[in-house]
């Protein structure tokens, strides 16, 4: 293991590594308001609107991420869509991880005992005053967790991004290893720098998570 | 409450039910269901698992609609066949005057005793902080909990759970009480709280239809027993008629069980 090597091009990682970090904070919190959307949606009292819910859910899930990044930056110009690779990057990921985010928001609301919305609306509370005050409270410490397992899921995801060329975490290891030749090395730098941003969210979920806890 | 008394009000009844029927598919779970409960008048509804009495009860503030027949709370009719922007309006209104009390209790697990009880009237009375407070204070000492007032649902036995559901219902002032096999999921010892409770509410004059288990609180308490099997009443009177000289042979039966044991 060249550790020389190592000392000499982390710098460089960790400038990269900010750039993994910004893509997933923005495409997280776009695929949380994609997910708010979907689960909106999904669970209306509107036929069409469930029905858009449910093709968003199973078209996003159904088609490799990596096709979905590929047809907004290099089929979108076709079509008038001209996107940076950065910007492509966030709203593709955004989309996609907000298509599981529907899911998970959508199952910690329906995982909230009915009895709940009965009592609501024996008091006379309308479906809407019922899902702020009473079901969405406790839909929200229950979607934490799940959400955080979807959040660990993207900052991994972000590494597709490489494959539209943002200078992020493995598009710079990729590029180190065309100059050094020294895969192991570099690759197990990337994995590491992974590993600590995924802990330290996960952490911080946990922690979350242990907050907002009903005692 | 005396024939007298109930003429002397010259109203006509607090709860009327006309011919409530109710269909999943093909099984009928209610055939045609007729209850009139007068102003502070108590009623029971007994009858073995599966009879339909809580569907005949949800169906009151229409938590199970029915598929056909009405429910009148006075001159409102609950069921009112609206469009459904309107019903929503309608429904809102008219579940104010209807408290219902569950089995599970239904607490919100999230919100303090007191946030449980102030939480419906502040939004949909527009009380006060101060007038919800001191309404959810009257509330609890009527239920024999005010210092339970600041402690989450979760630091609560079962009974005092019940009790402060009881109290979250009182506080929106209803003109019925609806009580859903309240003392069900209690552990044996703590089901005497809850119905102290109810007896007293009852001894208020509230107007209350309980579906209960209890064959002995049935007695002591209501004015009136009704017992339902197979979605139909098949025998209705006074507690002394239904448990001491039921004319039905299903009646007769149902309640050697349910009696047998017991004293």
Redesign the interface.
């Known amino acids: 293991m060249d550790v020389e090597l190592l000392l000499r091009v982390y710098p460089f990682f960790l400038e990269a590594a900010l750039v993994t970090v910004q893509l997933s904070v923005l495409s997280i919190a776009l695929g949380l308001v994609c997910g708010a959307l979907g689960a909106s949606a999904r669970l209306s009292q509107l036929r069409i609107l469930r029905f858009v819910g449910a093709a968003y859910v199973s078209v996003i899930r159904g088609t490799p991420a990596l096709i979905q990044l590929f047809i907004l930056y290099f089929g979108g110009p076709q079509i008038g869509i001209q996107l940076d690779a950065f910007t492509a990057g966030v709203i593709g990921l955004g989309v996609n991880i907000g298509a599981y985010m529907t899911e998970t928001i959508r199952g910690a609301i329906i995982a909230v005992?009915r009895?709940?919305t009965?009592?609501?609306?024996?008091?006379?509370?309308?479906?809407g005053?019922a899902m702020r005050?009473?079901i969405l409270?406790?839909a929200l410490?229950l979607m934490i967790r799940p959400l955080g397992v979807n959040i660990n899921a993207q900052i991994k995801g972000t590494a597709l991004v490489a494959a539209i060329s943002v200078v992020e975490l493995t598009y710079t290891a990729q590029r180190y290893i065309a100059s050094t030749y020294k895969p192991f090395e570099m690759f197990l730098l990337a994995g590491m720098i992974y590993l600590v941003i995924i802990s330290a969210t996960g952490a911080a979920i946990a922690w979350l998570d242990r907050r907002v806890a009903?005692? | 409450m005396s024939t007298t008394e109930s003429e002397m009000a010259g109203n006509g009844p607090m709860i009327d039910v006309k011919n409530a029927a109710k269909r999943y598919g093909t099984v009928e779970v209610l055939r045609g269901i007729n209850l009139q409960v007068r102003k502070g008048e108590i009623v029971a509804v007994i009858g073995p698992s599966g009879s339909g009495k809580s569907t005949f009860l949800r169906a009151i503030?229409n938590?199970d609609p029915l598929s056909s027949g009405e429910v009148w709370l006075e001159d409102v009719q609950v069921n009112k066949p609206l469009t459904s922007y309107q019903y929503?309006r309608h429904i809102?209104?008219v579940?104010?005057d209807?408290?219902?009390v569950?089995q599970?209790f239904?607490?919100?697990?999230?919100l303090s005793v007191r946030q449980n009880i102030t939480?419906?009237p502040r939004?949909?009375k527009r009380l006060s902080k101060q007038e919800a407070d001191g309404l959810a204070e009257q509330q609890l000492r009527r239920v024999g909990l005010i210092d339970r007032i600041d402690f989450?649902p979760?630091q609560l036995s079962g009974g005092q759970k019940q009790r402060v559901?009881i109290a979250?219902?009182l506080a929106?002032q209803p003109k019925v009480m609806l009580f859903d096999e309240a003392t069900s999921a209690l552990d044996p010892e703590l089901v005497e709280e809850v119905n102290f409770v109810m007896r007293q509410l009852a001894e208020s004059h509230m107007t209350m239809i309980i579906v209960t288990h209890e064959m002995g609180f049935a007695q002591d308490v209501c004015d009136r027993v009704l017992f339902m099997d197979g979605g139909m009443v098949v025998e209705e009177g006074s507690p002394d008629v239904i448990f001491r000289n039921p004319s039905q042979e299903r009646t007769r039966s149902f309640l050697r069980k349910h009696l047998k044991g017991r004293n």
């Open positions: 005992d009895g709940q009965e009592a609501a609306r024996t008091l006379g509370m309308s479906r005053q005050n009473v409270p406790q410490r009903i005692r | 503030n938590l929503e809102n209104r579940r104010q209807i408290g219902m569950f599970h239904n607490l919100f697990p999230h939480l419906a939004m949909l989450m979760s559901a979250r219902a929106m």
